[in-house]
């Protein structure tokens, strides 16, 4: 009898690339669930985070997803993503703790950049909730194909009593054995998404059918193009004097500290329309539209060794 006659009960399952890379991020989460204490998922609204705790919640159905949320808000977020947040916490029942930017401008402990950028300032409050809150464990939603220094982490990478990160000294993964050792003081981030490219997640999001925040796809906004850039118009990204503003149809495809995020431009309306545009681009996401991210050769790697997600 060949494999094809076999009845369905017992014809061989063909497993996808999607479903070994889900298969690896739900043994992730089970076991930070089994060796860690305080685990918190760093979530933001953005489709990352988004299918991360999609992941988590499969990895844990049907009870409830075992960890608290964190999220480091910069006070120059995108209100879609924002709203977007909320209304899962709210309908998921999760609990969502909230780390300001503007809480540490207001009384001293930072100061606002010269740039106006908000992304670098957040190390300080994240570092605070997590030592605050006694978190041990903290779930990124970093991949490898994002930037340079990423693809130096491993999926469990520890971070030292200052919460910083030295990537000479990462511990081995052979074999999917993972070493969550830590010393007091010490936490471990964790990058469950590690192997998936961009490409995978809008896959994966088109698979599921995970719904999004709008801004990920194709809407008219008022945007003025600065170096190489279309940024949106709003309250804390304004064009200069030389700056034309003209209304185009643009989407995000990573959504960040508004004023150092850039849109382009599209007509992708949908997931599967997505995933052409994405198979297509020859520039990574955070490569194409963080401003800040093109400081330096160096810069997200700096910003990593002080503790950055």
Excluded at 56 to 82: I, S, Y
Excluded at 115 to 141: C, E, K, S, Y
Aim: with cysteine.
């Amino acid at each position: 009898m060949t494999a094809t006659s076999l009845p369905p009960a017992t014809r061989p399952t063909q497993v996808t690339e999607l479903d070994a890379l889900e298969s690896e991020s739900v043994f992730v989460f089970r076991e930070v669930a089994a060796e860690f204490e305080r685990p918190v998922i760093l979530f933001s609204g953005g489709k990352d985070s988004i299918v991360m705790l999609h992941l988590a919640r499969k990895a844990f159905a049907p009870a409830p997803v075992p960890f608290a949320l964190l999220h480091v808000d910069t006070g120059h977020n995108f209100q879609e993503v924002l709203d977007y947040r909320d209304a899962t916490v709210d309908a998921l029942g999760l609990r969502l703790e909230v780390a300001r930017v503007e809480d540490y401008l207001a009384d001293g402990r930072l100061r606002e950049r010269s740039d106006g950028t908000r992304n670098p300032l957040q190390t300080v409050p994240l570092l605070d909730a997590i030592n605050g809150h006694r978190f041990d464990a903290v779930f990124g939603g970093g991949r490898r194909d994002e930037e340079r220094a990423r693809a130096k982490e491993r999926i469990f990478s520890l971070r030292d009593e200052f919460g910083q990160w030295d990537p000479r000294n990462q511990r081995p993964e052979l074999w999917s054995l993972y070493n969550g050792k830590h010393r007091p003081g010490e936490h471990v981030r964790v990058f469950p998404l590690s192997n998936w490219t961009e490409l995978d997640i809008w896959n994966y999001i088109e698979r599921e059918q995970i719904p999004l925040p709008s801004i990920y796809y194709a809407h008219e906004r008022d945007v003025f193009e600065r170096d190489g850039m279309l940024l949106a118009v709003g309250p804390y990204s304004q064009p200069r004097e030389d700056e034309q503003v003209t209304r185009r149809v643009v989407r995000y495809r990573t959504v960040g500290d508004m004023s150092c995020t850039g849109a382009v431009a599209s007509t992708a309306a949908s997931p599967a329309e997505v995933v052409v545009e994405v198979a297509a681009s020859e520039l990574t996401e955070r490569g194409a539209t963080r401003a800040d991210d093109r400081v330096s050769e160096a810069a997200m790697e700096d910003r990593k060794r002080e503790g950055y997600f």
